[in-house]
């Protein structure tokens, strides 16, 4: 499986029009989820300042959770250890484990599912999106996305269990 998706990653790399594709869709991803965010957000501002701050931090946990992760593990990126890239498609070493974007996506989308069911089931159809996108441009391998993934949706829903208790 490791061989396909190097030969996938090669072909993504070598084909401006699927590098540039996946590079929109890992970008469009992130866009709708930051607008689930605002959305969010403006939507609970009319409902408490409180509700509104918690769901906030619910959503912050996870990236510092996996800021910290990634400081500590400073796992290197599918670019640095495959040999194909003579140019990088980030300039950055290590940092790779888990993926941020992936525990953002995840968290967001678990938080919007316990508001709107259709809008959350969206967000992690393009939660996974960003990941797949991720993978194969050679960002993360797939075990980053999935960490990330994970992380961000235990810690979106036990976040919104607990909010549901105390709100």
Not at 127 to 147: E, K, M, N, P, S
Request: net charge positive; charged share 15%.
């Amino acid at each position: 499986m490791a061989e396909k998706l190097n030969a996938l990653r090669r072909a993504a790399y070598n084909d401006r029009r699927l590098s540039d594709a996946l590079h929109v869709g890992s970008v469009f991803s992130a866009c709708v989820a930051a607008y689930a965010v605002v959305w969010l957000l403006l939507t609970e501002l009319s409902v408490s300042a409180e509700y509104t701050v918690a769901l906030a931090v619910v959503m912050a946990v996870p990236f510092l959770i996996v800021t910290v992760v990634r400081a500590l593990i400073n796992a290197p990126r599918p670019y640095e250890v495959l040999d194909f890239y003579e140019i990088k498609p980030k300039n950055k070493k290590g940092h790779s484990f888990p993926s941020r974007h992936a525990a953002s996506a995840f968290v967001i989308a678990a938080v919007v599912i316990f508001h709107s069911l259709w809008f959350g089931i969206l967000l992690f159809a393009l939660g996974i999106l960003l990941c797949v996108c991720r993978v194969i441009l050679g960002i993360h391998f797939v075990r980053d996305v999935l960490a990330g993934a994970l992380t961000g949706l235990i810690s979106g829903i036990a976040g919104m269990l607990i909010l549901r208790g105390i709100f």
